[in-house]
């Protein structure tokens, strides 16, 4: 049975009493050389199946090497084609397939379809992920110093996820003015059926190399993920925003622009793990005739040991008329960072 509020509301009351009052993990997964394991199952996601023991302590199992499935809490889930289940989980009746139970019947789906897993009723604070990453760089010739420093943190429940992504990168050297470029972003995604999704965002962003003190935005709109795999998906997106720009030189102005957003991210789950990650947002203004602007970020991460990474990152922005007159229309630079992921 497909996702929806009268399954989700039946199934709270029977599933979420019991985990909160910390039942024991009873919860088996089979693996492809038949071994099982009992424990409790957390999430389903990048291809990797996260498993907590009593003995063992939490475990990050590929998903391909799962043969099956037991877990009678309720579990959010998401297959490859957008459809999204709830219910508890059972080992299927033939090999290689999952069943969704819930009390309106069940849902059997191919293992190699499932693309997420949620458990319902975990506390807000274990359902938390994040990372900060910090990298410097020291040239005694010049005494130019750069320091670069980024943190996100994100948390997903049925149905939405909720992301806060922040960066700096600050340059100093002697008998020249400080560069900083900094932003913070908050953004909200509301999933439906079929790959579909709405998008909210708000923005805090200083760069005076591009011309501006300050940059505050809030925007909306939709999109879809036009690929959704369990190592890969492609997101594309259209919406409106409004800022307010502060400029280095001159007065604030309010703008009104057209938003299209690419989002790309892989993902590998055997050591070393790798992530790479772009995204490009492009901006039309509607209320300055023939200015745009183009942002790009990309970042590739390697594990270097559990729960620590490298990053390197590059990015550029593009202005084709700044806020302050004569100020540069590009801004661009590459890092390299040390970070922690939690």
Do not use: C
Not at 119 to 124: K, N, P, V
């Amino acid at each position: 049975m497909r996702f929806g509020a009268r399954a989700f509301a039946s199934l709270l009351p029977a599933f979420i009493g019991p985990a909160a009052l910390g039942a024991p993990k009873t919860d088996v997964v089979v693996l492809a050389n038949g071994d099982h394991i009992t424990g409790e199952v957390r999430e389903l996601e990048r291809g990797t199946l996260t498993f907590k023991t009593d003995d063992i302590g939490t475990l990050a199992i590929e998903w391909d090497n799962v043969r099956s499935v037991t877990a009678h809490a309720a579990f959010d889930v998401d297959d490859l084609d957008g459809n999204r289940y709830v219910g508890s989980l059972e080992a299927g009746r033939v090999a290689g397939e999952l069943r969704i139970v819930s009390p309106e019947g069940e849902q059997a789906l191919s293992l190699k379809s499932v693309a997420l897993i949620r458990r319902l009723g975990s506390t807000f604070l274990s359902r938390l992920d994040g990372s900060v990453d910090v990298g410097a760089s020291y040239t005694s010739a010049s005494e130019l110093f750069t320091l670069d420093v980024a943190a996100s943190l994100d948390t997903e429940r049925p149905g939405w996820e909720m992301a806060a992504d922040a960066s700096a990168t600050i340059t100093s050297q002697p008998d020249v003015e400080d560069t900083r470029r900094s932003n913070l972003t908050v953004a909200y995604a509301r999933r439906f059926q079929n790959r579909w999704v709405a998008l909210v965002q708000a923005r805090l962003e200083q760069n005076r190399e591009l011309g501006f003190d300050l940059r505050s935005s809030a925007g909306a709109g939709g999109g879809r993920y036009l690929v959704q795999s369990q190592r890969d998906r492609l997101l594309t997106g259209l919406g409106v925003s409004v800022n307010r720009e502060r400029p280095v030189d001159g007065e604030e102005t309010t703008n009104f622009e057209a938003t299209a957003l690419l989002r790309y991210d892989r993902f590998s789950y055997d050591f070393p793990r790798v992530d790479v990650s772009v995204t490009s947002a492009g901006f039309a203004s509607l209320s300055d005739g023939g200015r745009y602007r183009i942002e790009v970020d990309a970042r590739l991460k390697r594990e270097l040991v559990k729960d620590f990474y490298a990053t390197l990152r590059g990015y550029e922005s593009y202005d084709s008329r700044p806020a302050t007159v004569g100020a540069p229309t590009d801004d661009y630079g590459l890092t390299f960072a040390l970070g922690w992921s939690f």
